[in-house]
């Protein structure tokens, strides 16, 4: 059997409710990991042993004393530090908040906790979740970036310090880093995780997403918090059936894929094109490559135009009264910010339908959207984290993505990225279970 700190959030589930090991041997498991690796992955803000180990031996004496267990019972989660924890600090990687603690917890946590889950400590993001490279290392090769902004949730999950992780998408936060560290990752439909709690700096595109080791982790986890949030605008009210569930169920037996290039095609590094071309021709005509209406050619801009506008809002009053306390990037960022014209933003927010109603015409016709999540592999070096331009027009949507890690470019990982339509989770991640078993075959 694998080591206990490798298993697959299920697998661990399963191996608890059996009795082959307990939460405590679990986090044991994963805290031994962090202290072998975490001075060369620097994937946690703040983790505390003790208190760790003792929430795990508190969830078994749970289970010994007969109580109704939730579903992620015992297991060990990763926060990222943009989300509130009352037990923890929460410095959203700036030293603006350095210190801070919370008086509650965010909506998501709470709802994990009520699951069961521990709280195993915050992942590092970003400086605000923005542009800001942190100091979280790509556990495959320690000289490339895990990307951003949820850098330490990606790299934790990839380098088994835990099975699950929260993190945090505005552009390609979640998407991203799922691809540069070969792990399985999930933006859902705007809204349909809560967002309560958590730093927004853009609230028509701030998403919460979830990392995992398995498309069944994507859906354990996310069942626990898919909740509404009846404060929340923007909190999803369609439907919210378990994606378990719905993974359970039979699939198309041959799925029919959209492949989009999309306008940042010709941003990609050549062999990121060849491999996900090679994925389209694999498929043969179970794939066909799609060029959705105008005005999804302007989609970049569009996302960009609402980003620097909320963004202004949301951060502006730091760039004001505590300037040197932002980095040189987020302060250029945030100047860059305030010339976008107010007409801009507007339009954006209207052609955001025009393009949806035109995604959802095409998911008519195919299953998924197939494409590619970033540019290329991780970069090497800490300049950047990457570019975002294949992950900000379903950000921009508002529409549900999942990361596969089944590619591999220059001898690191590389995602492979379905869309589904706005709500449709399930049929998304059964569709990406064909693919991934696919593509493994």
């Not at 926060?79 to 410095?91: G, N, Q, V």
């Not at 700036?94 to 917890?105: M, V």
């Not at 900000?392 to 591999?408: A, F, H, K, N, Q």
Request: aromatic residues 6%.
């Amino acid at each position: 059997m694998a080591r206990l700190n490798e298993l697959t959030a299920t697998e661990a589930v399963a191996g608890m409710a059996r009795g082959d090991f307990s939460a405590a041997d679990l986090m044991q498991a994963c805290l031994d990991r962090v202290a072998e690796r975490e001075d060369d992955v620097r994937a946690w803000a703040y983790i505390d042993p003790e208190r760790a180990m003792a929430e795990a031996r508190a969830a078994d004496a749970a289970r010994e004393r007969g109580e109704t267990l939730g579903p992620l019972h015992g297991l060990p989660v990763g926060i990222k530090d943009i989300i509130d924890t009352a037990d923890m600090p929460t410095e959203n990687g700036s030293a603006l908040f350095e210190g801070r603690r919370p008086n509650a917890d965010a909506t998501s946590v709470a709802a994990l906790r009520a699951a069961g889950a521990v709280i195993m400590g915050k992942t590092v993001t970003t400086e605000l979740a923005n542009t800001n490279p942190s100091k979280t290392r790509n556990p495959h090769n320690l000289e490339h970036t895990p990307g951003g902004s949820s850098a330490g949730s990606g790299a934790g999950v990839a380098d088994f310090h835990m099975p699950l992780a929260v993190g945090t998408q505005t552009g390609g936060s979640v998407i991203r880093p799922a691809s540069f560290n070969g792990v399985y990752g999930l933006k859902p439909t705007l809204g349909l995780i809560p967002r309560g709690g958590a730093l927004l700096q853009s609230h028509t595109l701030d998403t919460l997403g979830v990392y995992g080791r398995s498309l069944e982790d994507l859906a354990l986890i996310t069942d626990s918090l898919s909740i509404p949030e009846p404060q929340d605008p923007h909190s999803y009210d369609g439907g919210r059936g378990s994606l378990l569930a719905a993974l359970e169920q039979p699939g198309p037996s041959r799925p029919r894929f959209a492949f989009v290039e999309t306008p940042a095609w010709d941003r990609a590094d050549a062999g990121a094109q060849a491999a996900i071309t090679d994925v389209a021709r694999r498929l043969g005509d179970a794939c066909i490559k799609e060029t959705p209406p105008s005005p999804f050619d302007r989609i970049l801009d569009l996302h960009g135009a609402i980003f620097a506008g909320e963004n202004a809002h949301y951060y502006g009053g730091f760039l004001r009264d505590r300037p040197e306390l932002l980095s040189d990037k987020i302060r250029a960022r945030l100047k860059d910010s305030y010339d976008i014209p107010a007409r801009d933003y507007i339009e954006a927010l209207n052609e955001r339908e025009v393009i949806n109603d035109a995604i959802e015409g095409l998911l008519t016709r195919y299953d998924a959207i197939l494409c590619l999540p970033a540019t290329g592999p991780a970069p090497r070096g800490f300049e950047t984290t990457g570019d975002a331009d294949f992950n900000s027009p379903w950000t921009y949507l508002g529409v549900p993505c999942v990361s596969l890690p089944r590619l591999t470019v220059d001898g690191m990982p590389l995602g492979v990225q379905l869309v589904g339509g706005r709500g449709a989770e399930g049929r998304l991640l059964r569709t990406a279970r064909w693919l991934d078993g696919f593509l493994a075959s």
